[in-house]
Structures are given as C-alpha cells and as structure tokens.
C-alpha cells in the first residue's frame, strides 16, 4: 500500500490503513480496495500533477482512480470482492507548509490528504460548494472520530 521518501513516515501505513476502514465503515461500502500511497516531495508531485491535470504547479494531493464509471462503482463497493482501487499521491512539502499554516499537526495534514485522496478515488469531488460541504464534513467526521483534530 505504500512507499515513502522517508522512514520517518511510515508510521503513516498502519494509520492509513485505519482511516481506510473507518472511511468505508462510513460509507457502508464493503469490498476490500487495494490503494498505493505514495510520499514524495514538490518535484516528484508537480510532474504527475503536470502529466495528468496538465497543470504545471506542485499540489498537495493527488488521486487516480482506476474506477471511471458511476455504475461500475455502485457495483463494486457493495461487492464484497477486493478492488485495485487507484494511487494517492502526497506530497510531504505541501503537507509540511500546510500543517505550519493552518495551525495543525503534520499527522493531522497527512491524515486529512490520505482521506480526502481517498474520498477521489471513491468517487467524491468538490467541483462546486454542495460537493465540497459534503467531502469535507465526511472527511472532518472521520478524522474527529478516530481523535485526529490537531
């Protein structure tokens, strides 16, 4: 499920792996995805950034989802099957700058881009405000319930 640039992160599977389950709990989904995380740095995220958004500027998270059709997606979450669910993509340079600007610890800002990648590859978006209430009160919810607030 995940590779690091740095030891020091990964912690960050086993904590992954929890926000995944509650994430599905929430959701009442029940199928076992398969999700690679990747940590990597500013350089490493503006090139995949670039070569998928077409935007040549590092971000904080990026997702890429294997599952493309809606009908697809009601089909297999409720299947109880495994599922090669896509990549997540986060940059610890953002996370870092991120955390120190909204006043917050690194593990919370690294949980708040695991879930909300994870929400991308379910399916979520913030394309408009009604989308963006509702990914970002899930994502809230599921980081305050397993205590991740600071």
Excluded: W
């Amino acid at each position: 499920m995940f590779s690091s640039l740095d030891d020091n992160f990964n912690d960050y599977e086993i904590i992954f792996n929890k926000l995944k389950d509650d994430t599905l709990s929430f959701l009442k989904y029940n199928f076992n995805p398969s999700i690679n995380v990747e940590l990597i740095d500013d350089i490493q995220i503006q090139k995949i950034n670039k070569e998928f958004r077409q935007i040549d500027k590092p971000t904080d998270v990026i997702s890429l989802a294997y599952l493309e059709k809606e009908k697809d997606k009601e089909k297999i979450v409720h299947s109880k099957s495994f599922y090669v669910l896509g990549d997540i993509y986060i940059s610890i340079d953002r996370a870092k700058k991120q955390a120190e600007e909204y006043g917050h610890s690194l593990k919370r800002e690294m949980c708040f881009l695991f879930v909300h990648g994870l929400l991308h590859l379910l399916g979520f978006d913030h394309i408009d405000d009604t989308q963006r209430e509702e990914m970002f009160k899930i994502q809230d919810k599921i980081l305050n319930e397993r205590g991740i607030n600071r």
